[in-house]
C-alpha cells in the first residue's frame, strides 16, 4: 500500500495512492497521515477508504507525515560514508533529533537566509515511520513496528553543524529537509539510492548498505525511549556528500537536489537563498 498526504483547497487530506499510480482516495476523517497512524486500525482504515478520487497529476504533496513527535536522525549509518569521513564502523547508533519544523514538501522550494548559505549540503537519506507503540522492542520483533518507508533529503548547514560538537543547529533550518512523496508499507532494502544536484549524480549506493538496519534501529531507540506511531526514524546517509568531497561541493542559488531510492520516490527541491 502506498499512501501520502496532499494539500488540498482548505487544508490537507490523507489518500491511498490507487493502483494506476495516477489516482489518489482520500481517507475521510483524517487531514493528514500524522492522524490516520495514530488509529491502530490505520491500515483497515487506509485499505477501505472510499471517499474522493484525486489526480496525482498535478498534486501538491505535503511532508508524508507532517506533524511527528519525534523524529530521530542516525548519523554515519553507511559504510560507504563511514569510511570517506575516516572513521571505525560503529559499535551504536549515532543518534541527534530533527524537529519537524524543519520538513517540507518533497516538490517543495526551499528557503535559505543568506546567513546559513554558504555551505549547504546534500544527504539523500531513506526514512521510515512507526507504526504502533514500541517499547524495548526485540530486534527479531521490531520490523513489525514499522508502517512504512519513505525518501528525506537531510539537508545541512555543514557549517552551522561543526560549530560545536552537537549536530542539530546544522540540520533543523525551518522547512529544507524534503519528504516524501509515499510513505510505502512493503518496501525491502535493497534498492538503489541516489542524490543528484541539477542533474549530477553526487551519491549512489543500496540501501542494504545500512550498518543499523531499521530493525535494530527500532530494538535500540525503543530501549532509551518509546517510539510512538507517527514518529519518524531518519536512518543515515551514503559517501558522496559535498563536505567530504575535494574540493568540496557545496548547494548554491537556484540549484535543484533531487533525492531518489528505487520503490519510493524521489523528493526534489531547489534552493532559494535570500
Not at 492522524?35 to 491500515?43: E, G, I, K, P, V
Not at 549515532?94 to 519537524?100: E, M, N, P, Q, V
Not at 514499522?146 to 522547512?175: C, H, P
Request: proline residues 5%; negative net charge; contains cysteine.
Amino acid at each position: 500500500m502506498k499512501l501520502a498526504t496532499l494539500r488540498l483547497a482548505g487544508g490537507t487530506a490523507a489518500v491511498r495512492v490507487n493502483a494506476d499510480n495516477r489516482t489518489a482516495t482520500v481517507v475521510v476523517g483524517h487531514p493528514d497521515l500524522s492522524s490516520l497512524l495514530d488509529q491502530a486500525d490505520w491500515r483497515t482504515i487506509a485499505a477501505q477508504a472510499d471517499g474522493a478520487t484525486i489526480s496525482l497529476d498535478d498534486a501538491d504533496y505535503a511532508p508524508v507525515v507532517p506533524r511527528p513527535g519525534k523524529i530521530v536522525c542516525v548519523g554515519l549509518n553507511y559504510a560507504t560514508h563511514i569510511k570517506e569521513m575516516g572513521r571505525e564502523l560503529p559499535q551504536y547508533p549515532t543518534l541527534f533529533a530533527k524537529w519537524a519544523e524543519a520538513l517540507t514538501g518533497p516538490y517543495d522550494d526551499v528557503i535559505v537566509p543568506e546567513y546559513a548559505a554558504a555551505e549547504l549540503d546534500w544527504e539523500a537519506e531513506l526514512a521510515f515511520v512507526i507504526g504502533r507503540q514500541a517499547y524495548q522492542v526485540p530486534e527479531a520483533e521490531a520490523i513489525d513496528y514499522i508502517a512504512g518507508y519513505s525518501v528525506i533529503n537531510d539537508y545541512t548547514m555543514r557549517d552551522y553543524q561543526y560549530r560545536t560538537l552537537q549536530w542539530d543547529q546544522g540540520k533543523n533550518f525551518e522547512k529544507t529537509s524534503g519528504f516524501g512523496p509515499f510513505l510505502v508499507t512493503d518496501y525491502q532494502l535493497g534498492t538503489t539510492i541516489e542524490a543528484r544536484l541539477d542533474g549530477e549524480v553526487m551519491q549512489h549506493a543500496s540501501t542494504d548498505d545500512l550498518v543499523f538496519t531499521p530493525a535494530a534501529l527500532v530494538s535500540y531507540i525503543s530501549h532509551i525511549v518509546t517510539l510512538q506511531p507517527g514518529d519518524v526514524v531518519i536512518t543515515g546517509t551514503t559517501g558522496g556528500v559535498g563536505h567530504a568531497r575535494k574540493p568540496p561541493r557545496h548547494i548554491g542559488n537556484g540549484q535543484t537536489v533531487e533525492v531518489s531510492i528505487d520503490g519510493l520516490g524521489t523528493v526534489r527541491n531547489r534552493t532559494i537563498v535570500k
